[in-house]
């Protein structure tokens, strides 16, 4: 059963950095691309980061670049968001979702970890 | 990016009602458009892949319709299990983007 746990969950002021985690087990995590989404209070979805299979490409929504990173390591199954110059609107939930191969849409979803900026 | 659009925003139906719910591109997605459903809680489940193709373990109640930049899904006979909110998901280009979804509640 594929199951993706994220972590670092908290509260932080503007302006200052955080660490998401996003652990996978039951499919092989080497294989598949992955991405953070985040949703805000009472909003939508907004896909923000993708992560091929090997971390040879990254790719970041426009809201996000510059300030956000997307990484990982196959060896520990674990999908890593930093985020750094925290803004109020960055203030959501933060999903990550397992890439499928053949058609490139979210097939699983972790169940999320919420990000709170305020001072 | 391409603006994604659904109506209505909020939806009142019956148990055993035939449901409806719309999804609009601002240009043609090629079919590129996929659905989820969020219960409240919890996160996006993915029920529609590719305007038609019902994923895995998904009940066939739902289906999907679609071309250009119109799309639509149906529950054919809503259950008390399916009041939840509903997203359509455009693949057909970098950055993919979301609707603001639809609610389905119970009448």
């Known amino acids: 059963e594929v199951q993706l746990v994220e972590s670092g969950e908290g509260l932080v002021q503007p302006g200052s950095s955080m660490k998401l985690s996003c652990v996978a087990s039951?499919?092989?995590?080497?294989?598949?691309?992955m991405n953070w989404i985040r949703q805000a209070p009472k909003k939508g979805l907004e896909w923000i980061a993708l992560i091929y299979y090997d971390s040879s490409s990254k790719y970041y929504a426009d809201s996000v670049k510059g300030r956000f990173t997307i990484s990982r390591d196959n060896s520990k199954n674990t999908l890593y968001l930093e985020m750094n110059s925290l803004r109020s609107e960055d203030t959501a939930m933060y999903y990550c979702?397992?890439?499928?191969?053949?058609?490139?849409?979210?097939?699983?979803w972790g169940p999320g970890t919420m990000v709170t900026v305020s001072s | 990016d391409i603006q994604m659009t659904q109506s209505p925003s909020f939806l009142s139906a019956s148990v055993g009602e035939r449901v409806t719910l719309s999804c609009r591109a601002s240009q043609n997605i090629n079919k590129y458009l996929d659905w989820y459903q969020q219960k409240l809680g919890e996160a996006p489940k993915l029920l529609i892949y590719?305007?038609?193709n019902l994923h895995t373990g998904i009940p066939s109640r739902f289906s999907g319709s679609g071309s250009g930049t119109d799309y639509t899904l149906t529950i054919s006979s809503l259950q008390p299990e399916d009041v939840a909110t509903y997203f359509c998901l455009q693949r057909n280009s970098w950055p993919y983007t979301f609707g603001a979804g639809t609610k389905l509640e119970l009448k």
């Open positions: 039951g499919f092989t995590f080497s294989n598949y691309g």
């Open positions: 979702a397992k890439l499928d191969n053949n058609y490139w849409y979210f097939d699983f």
């Open positions: 590719n305007t038609n």
